[in-house]
């Protein structure tokens, strides 16, 4: 700003003439067919669903034909939803509860083996995914919690830890210390502080750290293909991955087009709703890159 | 997506020794105490979900190990030689490197390009961000599910386009050969990350502080002029973060290719995560041998990331 009246005068916007309205359509028109690329699939995606489709066990015209197929395939769409949402729900609360008091240790304490925690949450990140799940198939299977969706969102939520403990530590941070002593002051101890004056101040962090945990549970496929194996606990997506195994050469793409629109519709929703959460996640975690 | 962290941040005192933080009414054991209370979930999960596996996947490298048997003893080289000499061993690594470098440039020329252009804030510019934001909410399974009735011979509405539009007369088979599917996976791909790297970019953007370019302007820079010599070199903290999480992504492609196309045409788009699963249920039952490819990836995946961290180290002085 070292110049503040020669910016004013830049940045006054020029009056709209006849020869920049035709300037600019070219970049209207270019850009408006960037964002009719990347609507594309989803708008035909859900326009497919409720078309007829060859290959399709629908024979009706317009309608949710396609639904009532995915609704009656095997299990059941009911029970795939139910499995997606309980995984997906569970992931959340254990990420959530380990990030918040993990957050609040690694912000506020200093306490012997601190460092090296952290450092061994964070190397989470190097360890690819898949090169774990072999082991943890195999000790889940020990202890009676592979096949089940409890041990499936253990290992969902292990996957989170490394961005949402790095998320909480640095709201907790940002938080000043004298708000919890004040607190303190008043009588309230360590806990009820935590609780009633740092919960409320941590609230977006904690929100964006469940959002991301239950878009990762909820459209995770690697993971439960390797730990699932009763067709009737199968989350979603792999439910609706199978739909493709072909019956006599046909694979019915119109029940595939309505599984996907199932399966993405909650993801839009709820991006839609907490955008600004989303994009302060890429903000705090972009940080220190 | 959920990947989205930083390089460890830590600077504090060695782990051995507890801060000197003076703690009024409160003995530095008690502090010490309340604070494992507070970490503890965390450190189970990292104790029994991380470490233990971690430890495991050593062991059962080394071992003969077979999904239903279990555990048959040592046979150490076995595993890895039996890996090393499996006729997709080299093709893997060959196409998931291939698959990685094509992802790659185009994500960061494409990301980077979309950032610039919907950086300023108008109506017409948000509007635009969130459209090219909205797929990376969907799951990449979602994505790849999406593409696959997008892609079929059946039902593709971009045979009609091409036809429409003259590029072909005939039915375009959009993973029908190598080279398709790979172009054909590419796309999706494209598609999903494309509006997650425009996000990742646009945060370095709006970091680089707006008098940098007042005073570029001023001295009468042009476009490319102040893209080369302000941009680029401003945003290469972001851009090293992209270009880390976009390659550790790329090299461990599975969802994508297991749904697409698994592994087809003719076994050419066999990634490394494939291979792993393919030893491990498919058929082959064999964990071992597994393991001892999740082993020789991790090393390889450890690797690249102290390579790409000691370069932005030194990018950085």
């Known amino acids: 700003m070292a110049t503040p009246t020669r910016a004013v005068e830049r940045e006054a916007r020029p009056r709209l003439t006849a020869g920049l309205i035709l300037g600019r359509t070219p970049y209207y028109v270019s850009t408006g067919a960037l964002a009719v690329i990347f609507l594309f699939p989803l708008l035909w995606s859900a326009v497919a669903s409720v078309s007829p489709q060859a290959g399709s066990a629908q024979t009706e015209g317009f309608g949710f034909g396609n639904y009532r ?81 409890v041990g499936l969102s253990l290992v969902l939520t292990l996957f989170q830890l490394p961005f949402s403990i790095f998320m909480m530590r640095i709201s907790f941070e940002s938080v000043p ?18 609780v009633r004056v740092l919960l409320p101040a941590v609230k977006p962090a904690l929100i964006t750290v469940g959002l991301f945990a239950f878009l990762a549970a909820w459209n995770d496929f690697i993971a439960p293909l390797i730990l699932i194996s009763s067709s009737d606990k199968l989350p979603l997506p792999l439910a609706i991955a199978n739909l493709r195994q072909q019956v006599m050469g046909v694979i019915d793409y119109g029940a595939t087009e309505a599984g996907v629109v199932v399966l993405a519709l909650p993801c839009i929703v709820l991006f839609l709703l907490l955008q600004r959460h989303y994009v302060n996640g890429f903000m705090s975690g972009a940080l220190k890159g | 997506m959920t990947t989205v962290t930083a390089p460890p941040p830590v600077t504090h005192a060695p782990a051995t020794l507890p801060g000197p933080g003076p703690r009024p009414r409160r003995g530095r054991a008690a502090a010490g105490l309340q604070g494992w209370l507070y970490a503890l979930p965390t450190a189970l999960f990292v104790g029994f979900l991380f470490i233990a596996p971690v430890l495991l996947v050593l062991r059962m490298s080394a071992s003969d190990w077979k999904l239903f048997t ?93 036809r429409w539009l003259g590029v072909t007369d005939s039915s375009v088979s959009f993973l029908g050969t190598p080279s398709a599917a790979l172009w054909s996976t590419v796309a999706l791909i494209v598609w999903r990350f494309a509006g997650f790297y425009m996000l990742l970019l ?61 592994g087809g045409p003719d076994n050419s788009t066999i990634t490394v995560v494939q291979l792993i699963y393919n030893q491990a249920f498919s058929g082959q039952n064999n964990l071992g041998r597994a393991a001892a490819l999740s082993v020789i990836v991790l090393g390889a995946l450890i690797l690249i990331n102290a390579l790409q961290f000691k370069g932005l180290k030194s990018e950085d002085q």
């Open chain 1, 177 to 194: 210390k004298e708000i919890e002593e004040a607190a303190r002051v008043d009588g309230a101890g360590t806990f009820a502080a935590l």
């Open chain 2, 202 to 262: 646009l945060v370095g953007l709006q970091r680089i502080p707006g008098d940098v370019y007042e005073a570029a302007r001023i001295d009468g820079a042009t476009w490319w002029q102040t893209f080369r010599g302000i941009t680029l070199p401003l945003l290469k903290p972001s851009i090293s973060l992209a270009l880390i999480l976009c390659v550790t992504g790329s090299l461990l492609a599975f969802d994508q290719f297991y749904i697409l196309t698994k």
């Open chain 2, 70 to 162: 279990g555990d048959n003893g040592w046979n150490l080289p076995v595993n890895f030689e039996n890996v090393t000499s499996n006729r997709f061993f080299v093709s893997s690594i060959l196409f998931t490197l291939q698959y990685t470098a094509i992802a790659t440039v185009l994500l960061m020329v494409l990301g980077l390009g979309l950032a610039l252009l919907v950086q300023e804030s108008t109506r017409w510019k948000s509007f635009l961000r969130t459209a090219i934001l909205v797929p990376s909410a969907l799951g990449l399974a979602s994505a790849s599910l999406l593409f696959y009735a997008l892609y079929s011979p059946q039902s593709s509405p971009f045979n009609p386009i091409l």
């Open chain 1, 69 to 149: 197929t995915l609704a009656g395939y095997q299990a059941g769409i009911g029970q795939y939803l139910l499995n997606s949402a309980f995984t997906s729900l569970l992931t959340v609360a254990l990420t959530l509860i380990c990030s918040f008091f993990g957050g609040y240790a690694f912000a506020r304490f200093d306490f012997p083996g601190k460092n090296i925690l952290f450092l061994s949450v964070l190397a989470i990140l190097m360890v690819p995914y898949a090169t774990l799940l072999i082991p943890l198939y195999v000790m889940l299977n020990a202890v009676g919690l592979q096949d089940s969706l």
